[in-house]
């Protein structure tokens, strides 16, 4: 355990009676230049960064396929023209009109546009579906487009449609009569993610913050105190925002808004933990000491330690996603770990300054004062019992009947934690999309009325002297396989032959993407059937459904990787900072139970209730980083509390009493916090909304079960064992409260 003596002297240094002005001046100062100096994380985002990384099967071939077929190497914009009762002649006149207009004045990185307007209207009916009823005109981009080109092109081709066909065929209701007009495919889903984003962060920022004081409000009644966490947060953010844009502008890391809206909700929700946990023991104080300053100092020495370890805590664990090599894992790491870091500096420099400077008038109108100051006004203070009665009868469960609340506490948590394993993933990033997204609807129209493999065609890419026929028979013969195109030789790389795979089912499903290797089994088989010696290079997948396949193998990769990494790291903190291996173990052991119930829970809630099919292949590892680590913050406030009560009096009353002392802090952080995650749950994206739910429920269960009933329940239950091999309470205390149970 730290000594409370240097952090006493480091309350001095931050809150002093001068130093304090000093250290809001030195926090202001840095806010101002960082924010002249540098560009904010949002101007800096880059929504379209590459997931897999460069030795990705799928991407090897992407290159391959770029260097052996450049005219395939474009990202299209696929137009879907659609009108239920049927594509009259007018509407398809209208559809060559814009494909005259994109080849007379071709948009920003147009590559190419099927000639349209040069066929016949009979001709040209051979493209529909075979209901009539939907059309889709391909216009190609370059490869190497940004979003921002995209976006202009992509709204230069929305108003030359609206000139065409009127301005109301780019969103009136599909169910609508007439014609209607969705952009989709690669191009037409980029663009639409940008703009899912492009005021997401101010919303964001503003939502979380409003929702976090109305909390402090309620919970606190002081409008002071609920400003302090916000302002120290803002603070924070002032440092962090420029900080994240300079890295990004210099390349050293990447930033999309996913992340960038995570983080402000961890910013928020761990940033006024922090400044909570510190308010908590400057009210306490504030009942002993007459002098505000001196009063400080004992707070932070009380509450740094166990902020300091905190912020550690979840700043190491946040830090392992550098192990990840699937980019949107990857990519967290640093932004999560930056914030964690800069807001636990504020919690022991700014907000010990701040909380001084204000001093009793900080909790106004709840003023906290000593017994003789209440004396001296004639208003005698009512006794400071350690939290309130559902507190105390927290305290005293927990002590009295702990094996009676561990093995109800154990069972409920072991039923939600069975419903995790029933999870179902997806990395198709349609399906996080609003329903009512152009790009998304478009996409449903291709496949409602064209076969849906056709939508995405697996892109095999084989080297081989001869024609490539056996190889495309062996393919035709898988049974989810609806067709294989004839081979085509490169014109660039004459022996590198491509054939497009149109599956049967969705080729974004998981289905289609455990296919992959069967796919590739044939084409090897077809290879060596045909004479053909193998090698890793002789064939090569390339297509969304590879690309799906690989994002299913590295974030399967990752998970192995990083939950055995942030265990070990946590656990070594805790046995540092804890010195007990029995400690360690059974807090490790609750947040993990917490973590596996929380995510059951959350797939029940989903699933079950809210009718998604499949969740983000992300979400478990995103929610175990973050709810193990979050789940320790207030394991280690509390049972620091417990370990220091239990110097000065015997363990089932240092118990009680740590539970109780610490019972409204935590609640009101964990209410916060989990109030932050949910706020993710207003955005558009449904990673975002999973993720949310998830986390949020993840803190509601670690703040009303495992950290007041279970984790102390379990203390009481080992007794002095908790302490093991470390010399626990004085001799004289009583090692255990089971004997009344």
């Given at each position: 355990m730290h000594q409370s003596s240097f952090f006493e002297k480091w309350g001095r240094v931050v809150a002093g009676r001068r130093s304090k002005w000093i250290t809001l001046a030195v926090w202001v100062i840095l806010v101002a230049l960082m924010t002249v100096v540098f560009p904010s994380v949002n101007k800096q985002e880059n929504n379209n960064a590459a997931v897999l990384p460069n030795e990705a099967q799928s991407v090897q071939a992407m290159k391959e396929m770029k260097k052996a077929f450049p005219d395939n190497s474009g990202q299209p914009a696929l137009v879907v023209w659609y009108n239920k009762n049927g594509l009259t002649n007018t509407e398809l006149k209208s559809i060559q009109s814009v494909t005259?207009?994109?080849?007379?004045?071709?948009?920003?990185?147009?590559?190419?546009?099927?000639?349209?307007?040069?066929?016949?209207?009979?001709?040209?009916?051979?493209?529909?579906?075979?209901?009539?009823?939907?059309?889709?005109?391909?216009?190609?981009?370059?490869?190497?487009?940004?979003?921002?080109?995209?976006?202009?092109?992509?709204?230069?081709?929305?108003?030359?449609?609206?000139?065409?066909?009127?301005?109301?065929?780019?969103?009136?209701?599909?169910?609508?009569?007439?014609?209607?007009?969705r952009i989709t495919g690669p191009v037409g889903i980029a663009v639409d993610a940008q703009g899912l984003f492009k005021n997401a962060d101010f919303t964001l920022l503003a939502s979380t913050g409003l929702l976090v004081l109305v909390l402090l409000i309620l919970l606190y009644r002081s409008p002071i105190l609920a400003l302090v966490p916000l302002v120290s947060v803002g603070f924070a953010y002032g440092v962090i925002s420029p900080l994240l844009g300079a890295l990004a502008k210099s390349g050293m890391i990447t930033v999309d808004a996913q992340s960038v809206s995570i983080m402000t909700v961890l910013l928020f929700g761990a940033g006024t933990d922090y400044c909570l946990f510190l308010v908590s023991r400057y009210r306490e104080q504030l009942m002993l000491e007459r002098d505000k300053y001196k009063a400080m100092r004992h707070a932070v020495g009380g509450a740094a330690g166990a902020i300091a370890m905190s912020g550690l805590t979840v700043a190491v664990s946040l830090l392992t996603l550098l192990f990840a090599k699937y980019g949107s894992d990857h990519r967290f790491a640093i932004p999560f770990?930056?914030?964690?870091?800069?807001?636990?500096?504020?919690?022991?420099?700014?907000?010990?300054?701040?909380?001084?400077?204000?001093?009793?008038?900080?909790?106004?109108?709840?003023?906290?004062?000593?017994?003789?100051?209440?004396?001296?006004?004639?208003?005698?203070?009512?006794?400071?019992?350690?939290?309130?009665?559902?507190?105390?009868?927290?305290g005293r469960i927990v002590t009295k009947r702990p094996w009676s609340v561990v093995i109800v506490t154990v069972i409920a948590l072991g039923v939600l934690a069975g419903f995790a394993g029933q999870i179902k993933p997806t990395y198709n990033l349609l399906s996080s999309f609003p329903k009512d997204m152009p790009s998304r609807q478009g996409f449903q129209l291709l496949s409602s009325h064209f076969s849906k493999g056709t939508l995405a065609p697996v892109q095999v890419i084989v080297k081989t002297s001869k024609s490539g026929t056996t190889v495309q028979s062996r393919l035709a013969k898988l049974p989810f396989v609806e067709s294989a195109s004839k081979p085509k030789a490169?014109?660039?790389?004459?022996?590198?032959?491509?054939?497009?795979?149109?599956?049967?089912?969705?080729?974004?499903?998981?289905?289609?993407?455990?296919?992959?290797?069967?796919?590739?089994?044939?084409?090897?088989?077809?290879?060596?059937?045909?004479?053909?010696?193998?090698?890793?290079?002789?064939?090569?997948?390339?297509?969304?459904?590879?690309?799906?396949?690989?994002?299913?193998?590295?974030?399967?990769?990752?998970?192995?990787?990083?939950?055995?990494?942030?265990?070990?790291?946590?656990?070594?903190?805790?046995?540092?900072?804890?010195?007990?291996?029995?400690?360690?173990?059974?807090?490790?052991?609750?947040?993990?139970?917490?973590?596996?119930?929380?995510?059951?829970?959350?797939?029940?809630?989903?699933?079950?209730?809210?009718?998604?099919?499949?969740?983000?292949?992300?979400?478990?590892?995103?929610?175990?980083?973050?709810?193990?680590?979050?789940?320790?913050?207030?394991?280690?406030?509390?049972?620091?509390?417990?370990?220091?009560?239990?110097?000065?009096?015997?363990?089932?009353?240092?118990?009680s009493e740590g539970v109780s002392k610490t019972s409204g802090v935590i609640t009101s952080a964990g209410l916060i916090l989990a109030g932050t995650f949910a706020v993710l749950a207003s955005l558009p994206l449904q990673i975002l909304v999973q993720f949310g739910t998830v986390a949020a429920l993840g803190v509601l269960i670690d703040t009303f079960i495992v950290r007041p009933f279970l984790v102390p329940s379990i203390t009481s239950i080992l007794g002095r064992w908790s302490f093991w091999p470390g010399p626990g309470p004085s001799r004289n205390a009583s090692t255990t409260g089971t004997k009344n149970n």
């Open positions: 005259a207009s994109l080849e007379q004045t071709p948009l920003d990185a147009q590559k190419s546009v099927v000639p349209l307007n040069k066929m016949p209207i009979q001709a040209l009916k051979g493209f529909e579906s075979k209901d009539g009823t939907t059309l889709v005109m391909p216009v190609s981009f370059k490869s190497g487009a940004g979003t921002t080109v995209l976006e202009k092109s992509v709204k230069k081709l929305k108003e030359q449609i609206k000139t065409s066909a009127g301005s109301a065929v780019l969103s009136s209701k599909l169910t609508a009569s007439g014609l209607h007009v770990t930056a914030a964690i870091l800069i807001m636990g500096l504020v919690g022991v420099t700014l907000v010990p300054a701040l909380l001084a400077i204000f001093g009793r008038a900080s909790f106004f109108p709840f003023i906290p004062r000593t017994t003789e100051m209440e004396e001296q006004r004639k208003k005698p203070r009512r006794a400071n019992r350690n939290g309130g009665r559902q507190a105390r009868w927290n490169s014109t660039v790389v004459p022996e590198v032959k491509l054939i497009n795979v149109t599956l049967k089912q969705d080729p974004y499903s998981r289905q289609s993407a455990n296919d992959i290797p069967a796919i590739k089994s044939a084409a090897e088989a077809g290879l060596k059937a045909s004479g053909e010696s193998l090698s890793a290079s002789k064939v090569q997948i390339a297509g969304e459904t590879a690309t799906e396949y690989d994002s299913l193998q590295y974030t399967n990769q990752d998970t192995k990787t990083v939950i055995p990494i942030v265990i070990i790291v946590i656990a070594l903190l805790l046995l540092v900072y804890l010195r007990s291996v029995t400690a360690m173990v059974y807090l490790m052991g609750t947040v993990l139970l917490s973590y596996y119930s929380a995510l059951g829970l959350g797939w029940v809630l989903l699933h079950y209730i809210a009718g998604v099919s499949a969740i983000a292949g992300a979400i478990p590892l995103y929610s175990f980083v973050f709810l193990v680590a979050l789940g320790e913050d207030y394991n280690i406030f509390m049972v620091s509390r417990i370990w220091q009560l239990s110097k000065t009096t015997d363990l089932p009353t240092a118990i």
